[in-house]
């Protein structure tokens, strides 16, 4: 009895690191998305930008992922609450400046739009100053 006690815990145990050991963290579910997105699987990218989401909130190129798939699916509200995710995590995420300005633009929101591209320019802008004194 205490044999068959033991070899059940050890069994429980095995189980409990294996499932540790196979969960992805949440970068890692990004860059599975990424690796969908290369091969248009849509839907399961999106599983995986919101399991990403879901281990870290804050995981400003999660919410970034998704914001794309949901332009791509024509559901422009929630791509908006996406990209501005993104820019209250990272406001110096240039790229998310421009996906909403696009994302308005597919609104039919052109003032928005030029609103968020301009931003998105003047980051870029300070972005690639700040790289070419680097490099010099």
Known sequence: MTRRFLKLQLLVLLVLILTQCS?????????????LL?????SSASKS?????????KNAEGHYGLGGIYNYQKKYED???????V??????HHNAWYSLGYTYEL??????????????RRLKGQIDSLMSQEKH
């Open 107 to 120: 609104m039919g929101k052109k003032e928005e739009a030029e609103e968020y591209y301009k931003k998105y």
């Open 87 to 92: 820019l209250e995590i990272d406001p110096t």
């Open 79 to 85: 791509a908006e609450r996406a990209f501005k995710s």
């Open 38 to 42: 290369s091969q248009e699987q849509y």
């Open 23 to 35: 969960e992805k963290n949440s970068n890692e579910y990004v860059e599975e998305g990424l690796q």
């Open 49 to 57: 930008f919101l399991r990403a989401i879901e281990k870290d909130p």
